[in-house]
């Protein structure tokens, strides 16, 4: 049973919605969209009140009784046809009020999280303003709101960074940027050899660059100045890619600690 807000309902009644009809579809067009999408069949009589529903009210039926994820991408590919709709009908939207319909459907099918590795979002020290921030992100992304948070994403992938060179011994400066703290860190990973496939090394280059151009949304796309902030889909994008670059650091770091502690250990078999 799919769970939507005051608000997430209103955006379906308002965009989809008119005096019954769902856009310009016809009853059977309608019925081979939904069904082509969902494999199923919404000229159930359960999505029709005694059997007399229109088309809007068998929809607003179907968003009650599915669950997040198939109402999510139906409505996900409802989203061109309502797109085509307003162009048809000299009915021009701004780009507000179409991402405020794809939040909606991103966030059901997503299952109420947008960004997969948002767990890892994890201060990898004690301390508390550390703590408070990263805490801060993940309770950003749980409203689905990752454009508020873009800034304080680069702050923490910098402290984050930070504590992964002291704990190497690396030197760095208070100002140090995001991708030259990447940059240290990265160098002597490759110097101890973690990385173990040639295509790993390429992501890993790669993702120096998706860094480097974090510096620039942090200080001409996000609330850390007075700047128009980025999209919403943008915004998820680059919260998906540094979320799971931390998390696979995370996993690398354990797993190579892990190694020099059980090699550590002595062998009690030899006494």
């Given at each position: 049973?799919?769970?939507?807000?005051?608000?997430?309902k209103k955006i379906?009644k308002?965009?989809?919605i008119?005096?019954?009809?769902v856009?310009?579809?016809?009853?059977?067009s309608f019925?081979?969209?939904v069904?082509d999408?969902?494999?199923?069949?919404i000229?159930?009589?359960?999505y029709?009140e005694d059997?007399?529903?229109?088309?809007?009210?068998?929809l607003l039926k179907?968003?009650e009784?599915e669950?997040?994820?198939?109402?999510g991408?139906?409505l996900k590919?409802l989203?061109d046809?309502?797109?085509q709709?307003?162009n048809?009908?000299g009915k021009p939207?701004d780009g507000?009020y179409y991402?405020l319909?794809?939040k909606m459907?991103?966030?059901?099918i997503?299952?109420?999280?947008?960004?997969?590795h948002?767990?890892?979002?994890q201060a990898?020290n004690?301390?508390?303003d550390?703590?408070?921030?990263?805490?801060l992100?993940?309770?950003?992304?749980?409203?689905?709101?990752p454009?508020a948070a873009?800034?304080?994403l680069h702050?923490?992938?910098?402290?984050?960074?930070?504590?992964?060179?002291n704990?190497?011994?690396?030197?760095?400066?208070?100002d140090e940027?995001?991708?030259a703290?990447?940059?240290k860190?990265?160098?002597?990973?490759r110097?101890?050899?973690f990385?173990?496939?040639?295509?790993?090394?390429k992501?890993?280059?790669f993702?120096?660059q998706v860094?480097?151009a974090?510096n620039?949304i942090?200080?001409?796309?996000?609330f850390?100045h007075?700047?128009?902030?980025?999209?919403?889909d943008?915004?998820?994008?680059i919260?998906?890619?540094?979320?799971a670059?931390?998390k696979?650091?995370?996993?690398?770091?354990?797993?190579?600690?892990s190694?020099v502690i059980?090699?550590?250990?002595?062998d009690?078999?030899?006494f």
């Open positions: 049973m799919a769970e939507l807000s005051y608000q997430e379906v308002d965009s989809l008119q005096q019954g009809y856009l310009d579809f016809s009853n059977n019925n081979n969209f069904a999408v969902t494999k199923i069949n000229d159930d009589p359960k029709s059997n007399s529903g229109s088309k809007g009210q068998r179907f968003i009784l669950s997040d994820y198939v109402v991408i139906l590919a989203y046809e309502l797109v709709y307003n048809n009908h939207k507000g991402e319909y794809s459907y991103m966030r059901l997503s299952g109420g999280n947008v960004v997969e948002i767990d890892a979002i990898n004690d301390d508390k550390f703590n408070s921030l990263a805490k992100i993940r309770e950003s992304i749980e409203k689905n709101e454009e873009l800034d304080r702050t923490f992938l910098i402290k984050f960074l930070k504590e992964l060179c704990s190497y011994g690396v030197a760095f400066t208070k940027t995001v991708n703290l990447y940059g860190y990265i160098k002597i990973i110097e101890k050899k990385i173990e496939s040639e295509m790993s090394d992501i890993i280059k993702s120096f860094i480097d974090f620039d942090r200080n001409n796309k996000s850390a007075d700047n128009p902030i980025l999209n919403y943008e915004s998820v994008l919260f998906s890619n540094v979320t670059m931390v696979f650091i995370q996993s690398m770091e354990a797993k190579h600690k190694v059980a090699e550590a250990e002595p009690w078999g030899t």
